[in-house]
């Protein structure tokens, strides 16, 4: 569920500049939409559902788009005040390149407020539209442009995609297995105020240098892992490693990373055996995103 807020419209109101894009994406792995065959002789019909609820009453823009821009769907689809469920059938492609990896292959973008060349011509909710071959929409011709409304919100729930012509129920998941699927594409530690948080474990294999190891859940693919200034290097029992060493992210995988610092010579033994925890009341945080 996602709820968004205009806090600053934009100037011009309801007239965004030709290049002018702002919305909400969703973007799916080739590994999640190869049973579609979009781009091939096999394609198949598919259908997008979800609910949706706006402040202001009107037509609003989804366009599907292939991961290279070079494809697209585009549909105007009529949302209100109250909660209502949306289904939009989408014919097969096939024509196109479609990612069948850990790669983008598809995404849903929902138009908030675009211009001209960030706009592609509706092909109608009824799926007896076509394809267009476009320089990657990101909303749909004719859609109300919310960012020039202040104030205004909207709210959308139970997006689902699957193949054929009619939506069926939103398939609720155990909260276990929208967690899983999450960390697949990002996951964060946090000291959560304590200022004796571990996160990692590892030893000295030297005087001045130490190697940790942080495991995390599987990824998507090689993560971007970024430590925040908070995070550091010490010791439980002697804090005896010199304040400002910096942590270095080495070699990470789909599973791992390493976290080494090089500091002046550790004379206490008890330092080499030092763990990677939080020593500041400033909340420390290890991030870990491999988002499409």
């Not at 919305?23 to 949706?52: C, P, W």
């Not at 292959?105 to 929902?110: M, P, Q, S, W």
């Amino acid at each position: 569920s996602q709820k968004v807020t205009i806090t600053t419209p934009e100037s011009t109101g309801a007239t965004p500049g030709s290049d002018d894009r702002a919305g909400m994406q969703y973007r799916m792995e080739g590994y999640d939409i190869n049973h579609l065959n979009l781009g091939t002789a096999n394609a198949k019909d598919f259908v997008v559902s979800f609910y949706i609820k706006v402040s202001t009453a009107g037509n609003y823009g989804l366009a599907i788009v292939n991961q290279s821009g070079t494809r697209s769907y585009c549909v105007l689809f009529a949302a209100t005040t109250s909660w209502t469920r949306v289904s939009i059938k989408v014919p097969k492609d096939t024509s196109g390149t479609y990612g069948a990896t850990n790669a983008q292959a598809l995404a849903l973008k929902f138009g908030f407020y675009n211009g001209s060349s960030r706009s592609g011509p509706d092909q109608g909710i009824t799926g007896t539209g076509s394809w267009q071959a476009s320089n990657a929409p990101q909303g749909t011709t004719g859609q109300t442009q919310l960012g020039g409304i202040n104030s205004a919100t909207w709210q959308i729930t139970g997006v689902q995609l699957e193949v054929g012509s009619t939506a069926t129920d939103f398939e609720h998941r155990t909260f276990a297995e929208e967690l899983a699927l999450c960390q697949r594409y990002y996951e964060q530690f946090n000291s959560n105020g304590l200022v004796e948080a571990m996160f990692a474990s590892g030893y000295f294999e030297s005087d001045t240098r130490g190697r940790h190891c942080l495991l995390y859940i599987r990824k998507r693919a090689t993560p971007t892992i970024t430590a925040s200034a908070a995070s550091t290097f010490t010791n439980l029992n002697t804090n005896n490693i010199p304040a400002g060493t910096a942590i270095e992210i080495r070699k990470p995988t789909e599973t791992a990373a390493e976290f080494r610092l090089d500091t002046s010579t550790i004379t206490d033994a008890n330092g080499r055996g030092c763990i990677l925890i939080s020593v500041s009341s400033t909340e420390a945080t290890i991030k870990i995103s491999s988002e499409l």
